[in-house]
């Protein structure tokens, strides 16, 4: 992790040695740029809306967001939303397309680029959602219930990864970085199972609309058509499109981040040569053709996370979380929820589910010749196990997709947030005490694109 004087510049505000830039604004991007960051902000969020759901004042939370939002555009109205649905269907799908950003990167440039290095994380991601979904339906065979299986699949990244940034050197650094591909392609499974088991009645109309200017996206970069602009225009009306058709509109998002160029338009030694070869006293054109030149050898994947990445981890997820997380635990609930097998689906999916599935899956794929990552233990394997059983946030995701009684949703809620903590548990007692502290240093040279834990997922 590099120090803070890499985050700033020592001539910006936040460099200097005034009593409120060292005081404030220097442990404040110390924190932003911490790896458990988004975790603590989203634990911040899930807590406050819990208290708030069990406060005096709790039916002001729900009145909150169920407000309704109507919007009139020339005589046409617009989708009405809640503020909880603008969250979920409006905010989240940039969620998803920072997503979409990120397993582009990691099929065209990253770990997932090469096949023998993403096939054990693969088969390890595979078993982590077979097996909880197995666990749930054991209990939750028939009736609305059913269709809940989808909930202890998910992973959340900030949270998972956060668990392994707490214990520091005492995991390895290849344990990371095995975690966060099995992530990524933990968020591909659930994508496809959002966009092809929780989708709603079609309307053809609209999802030709969303088709048609997804193609025109597509020609467009295909064209070297470089304006971000158009894409930003374009891609509001194919995520109003998907919205109306019946395809839940973060699908769009994930859709947009995928289509986005993953491999720069300049070569990067052009740039350089550019700016090395810059006047003393350079006019508006030549800074202006240096900045383009510097700009365009960086992919347009890597720019968009970068800029979206802190919006989407430090401001919607924990909004998300803040307007999903608050359930009412009064007596009768918990006591619903302790007999509740939907509530021991989700539990008994994620915690044990997932780190079984995880390394059953792998230990079975050890038999045909691939083999655990040099420096990870089974012990450590397993505690990686628990800390994907961290669901939280896409698993929230899913609940509020596949039911429509409120009350099988809090259960479903209440199962989330006991296993999340649980997992999580886990996770720490495992790993600590299967490494050993300062036992790992070294940065495999495969982390070159290091994630710094606050995705979404």
Do not use: C
């Not at 992790?1 to 890499?6: I, L, S, T, V």
């Amino acid at each position: 992790m590099a120090g803070p004087e890499y985050l700033f510049q020592r001539e910006t505000f936040a460099g200097g040695d005034r009593w409120l830039a060292r005081f404030v604004a220097q442990p404040i991007l110390r924190f932003v740029h911490r790896e458990v960051a988004s975790g603590v902000l989203l634990l911040v969020a899930a807590t406050t809306a819990l208290i708030w759901a069990n406060s005096p004042w709790s039916q002001s939370y729900f009145d909150f967001w169920h407000t309704e939002i109507d919007l009139t555009v020339g005589g046409y109205h617009v989708h009405p939303l809640s503020l909880e649905a603008f969250v979920n269907d409006g905010l989240m799908a940039m969620f998803f397309f920072v997503v979409g950003l990120e397993i582009k990167r990691e099929l065209v440039t990253g770990y997932l680029s090469t096949v023998r290095a993403a096939t054990l994380p693969a088969i390890a991601a595979i078993g982590g959602m077979v097996v909880p979904a197995l666990f749930y339906v054991v209990f939750n065979p028939t009736g609305e219930a059913a269709s809940g299986w989808g909930i202890p699949m998910a992973t959340d990244i900030a949270f998972a990864v956060g668990v392994v940034a707490l214990l520091g050197s005492r995991v390895p650094p290849i344990l990371k970085l095995f975690l966060l591909t099995l992530a990524i392609v933990d968020d591909i499974g659930a994508i496809a199972v959002i966009a092809i088991f929780y989708a709603g009645d079609l309307d053809l109309r609209w999802l030709a609309v969303a088709v048609v200017l997804t193609v025109l996206v597509r020609m467009l970069a295909l064209m070297k058509v470089w304006a971000l602009e158009v894409y930003w225009v374009i891609g509001l009306v194919i995520w109003y499109a998907t919205l109306e058709s019946g395809v839940h509109a973060t699908i769009a998002g994930v859709v947009l981040g995928l289509l986005t160029p993953a491999k720069p338009l300049l070569d990067r030694t052009k740039a350089q040569d550019m700016v090395d070869h810059l006047p003393d006293d350079p006019s508006v054109e030549q800074v202006h053709q240096a900045s383009f030149l510097v700009q365009e050898s960086v992919p347009v994947t890597e720019r968009l996370e970068s800029l979206l990445h802190p919006f989407t981890a430090f401001l919607i997820v924990p909004i998300f979380a803040l307007a999903n997380a608050g359930v009412p635990l009064s007596v009768d609930t918990v006591t619903e929820a302790a007999g509740s097998p939907v509530t021991w689906g989700v539990i008994l999916g994620l915690v044990v589910g997932k780190p079984l599935g995880i390394a059953l899956f792998t230990w079975v794929a050890t038999l045909f010749g691939f083999s655990l990552p040099e420096g990870m233990n089974w012990p450590q394997f397993v505690g990686m196990g628990f800390a994907a059983g961290i669901g939280f946030t896409v698993s929230i995701f899913i609940t509020g997709l596949a039911f429509d009684d409120g009350g099988i949703t809090d259960l479903a809620k209440i199962g989330i947030l006991v296993a999340s903590g649980a997992a999580g548990g886990a996770a720490l007692a495992l790993l600590w005490f299967s490494g050993k502290r300062g036992a790992h240093t070294e940065v495999p040279p495969e982390e070159h694109h290091s994630h710094d834990g606050t995705s979404a997922s």
